[in-house]
């Protein structure tokens, strides 16, 4: 038995503690949530660096305090470019853009009696890492889009790289200029809430879906467009990755139509050893990246 603590930072903290073989790490207990409230999204941003380290730790000391088992390792995920424990780039969540993330929470723990190494990870792959666990397929490649504020693409197993696929340009269009990071035909600049909102400027990312549906001839057009790049990106990763399993996931996965997306990806990609694709949806779940944080973690340790 081995066990493991799961942390994921996005617009919310949410932490579980997993027990079982590296292969078979289950959620055990109740989920921590910070802020409790759900409805609340907007609890993290412009906090401080040195009071989320805090509030990180106030979610990992009480797990570890009421396991019976040693806890082997926390593995904490979080939006952006993460390397060697250090967030190099986050735009979603700004303040922790440039920091150790691993070595300033570790200290944070160790002045509270704890010494569990901790790993940080990207918060896609998090969920990636988190579908092969739950399936038992830690041996399997897994790529996700998670579609939100940012779009992140995480995959499964490890690959050292930087893997920002949500930034991966879609368009040749030089008025496609909404990527929260300043790139031209990014995705995230047409996926992205951020991006809608820039685009539309007075329509909620919810009112353009609606709008499409009932006919509005600018907002089906768009809805369009955020299909196509999707399906795009995906195909470029089908082009330099090879085909398989693709996830989509997400706070604004109910806005997709996979079918759609299906139509547009079988026109981009026609090579037949690349035809062996499949996509699937997922309900965004956070219990998917605790689990996968945890094994992460663990996995890490065993290099
Ligand atoms: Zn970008």
Redesign the pocket.
């Known amino acids: 038995m081995t066990t493991s603590i799961g942390v994921v930072l996005t617009e919310h903290i949410v932490s579980g503690r997993l027990t079982g073989s590296l292969g078979q790490q289950k959620l055990e207990g109740e989920l921590l949530r910070y802020p409790s409230d759900p409805s609340e999204t907007e609890a993290l941003i412009g906090v401080p660096a040195g009071e989320v380290y805090d509030l990180l730790a106030s979610e990992i000391t009480p797990l570890i305090a009421a396991s019976t088992e040693p806890v082997a390792a926390v593995g904490v995920a979080v939006p952006g470019i993460v390397r060697n424990g250090v967030v190099e780039d986050s735009p979603n969540l700004q303040q922790i853009k440039g920091v150790r993330l691993a070595e300033a929470l570790g200290e944070v723990l160790h002045s509270q009696g704890i010494s569990t190494p901790v790993y940080v990870l990207n918060d896609a792959d998090a969920v990636a890492a988190g579908l092969a666990a739950s399936g038992g397929h830690l041996d399997r490649l897994i790529r996700v889009w998670t579609l939100g504020n940012g779009i992140g693409f995480g995959r499964w197993p490890y690959a050292d790289g930087v893997w920002e696929g949500g930034?991966t340009v879609v368009s040749l269009d030089p008025k496609e200029r909404f990527?929260?990071?300043g790139?031209l035909g990014?995705l995230?600049?047409i996926m992205g809430n951020r991006a809608m909102r820039l685009r539309f400027l007075d329509m909620e990312p919810e009112e353009i879906f609606l709008s499409a549906k009932q006919g509005d001839a600018r907002c089906r057009e768009f809805v369009d467009l955020w299909h196509r790049a999707l399906a795009a990106a995906t195909a470029s990763a089908i082009h330099i990755g090879g085909p398989g399993k693709f996830y989509y996931t997400g706070l604004n996965v109910g806005f997709l139509e996979l079918p759609v997306v299906r139509g547009y990806l079988e026109a981009m990609v026609k090579m037949s050893p690349l035809q062996n694709y499949s996509l699937e949806v997922l309900k965004e779940d956070d219990a998917i990246s605790i689990l996968g944080a945890g094994v992460a973690a663990l996995r890490a340790q065993s290099w």
């Open positions: 930034h990527c929260g990071c790139g990014h995230e600049g």
